[in-house]
């Protein structure tokens, strides 16, 4: 299994990106799915999360900013970033809890990172 995000980027503070995040192989079924950010010499932070068939979660920090969605038929999440300040700039992580294929069990997974830098 492997969680590919992409669309992280260098923006002005004000300004909008929007990451996506796929699961691929060995999946049989996605339950939590979201976005964790690790900004330098900072903890891991929740920035948006959902069960397969329940609303979002978020961060403190992002509500009303932030909008999470996920597209259950392609195990697909897509956050779209609003109103973004600097104190945003981290590396957002893709996480998803994953039942395989191969022996029905329940994995945890984590994306590579894709840096989101905003300017001031």
Known sequence: VQLQASGGGLVQAGGS??????????????NAMGWYRQAPGKERELVAVSSSGGSADYGDSVKGRFTFSRDNAKNTVYLQMNSLKPDDTAVYYCNAKIRSMNDFRMYEYWGQGTQVTVSS
């Open 17 to 30: 990106l929007r990451l996506s995040c796929v699961a691929s192989g060995t999946v049989l079924s996605v």
